[in-house]
């Protein structure tokens, strides 16, 4: 039951991204920066979108707020690091990839919208 009620979080916060062209959002398992089949397929979209209108991409790593703030910034970053390779291997050219980690989030520990990477195509 709660797998189901995590993919229908995912779903529902999925669809909110895609409301907002140019930006998607991948997911993280509590304290992961392994990238899964869906997340995979989430940059590469942003891969082809990037690359077909050869603009700038803005890549975003979140992390929930825990007792160690410096260790919940760093899985912010690896994150966002992680979420720009595979772009690079998808195709988007290096120098057009900023990254920009958020400090971690004072909401419930490992809620869903602090283990995510946001990627917007066309930010600065």
Known sequence: M???SLLLGLGLLTGCAS??????VVFFTENSTQLDTPA???ITQAAQRAVSS???VRVEGYASASHDLSSDELL?????K???RQLVVDGVDTSRIHQQ???PMNNESGA?????VEIEVGGH
Do not use: E, F
Not at 19 to 24: F, N, R, S
Not at 76 to 80: F, H, T, W
Not at 112 to 116: N, Q, T, V, W
């Open 40 to 42: 995979q397929t989430v």
């Open 19 to 24: 409301g907002h062209p140019g930006k998607y």
């Open 112 to 116: 869903l919208a602090s283990r995510r």
């Open 2 to 4: 709660r797998r189901l």
């Open 82 to 84: 992680v979420v720009a």
């Open 54 to 56: 050869h603009a700038n």
């Open 76 to 80: 912010a970053i690896d994150r966002a």
């Open 101 to 103: 980690p958020r400090g």
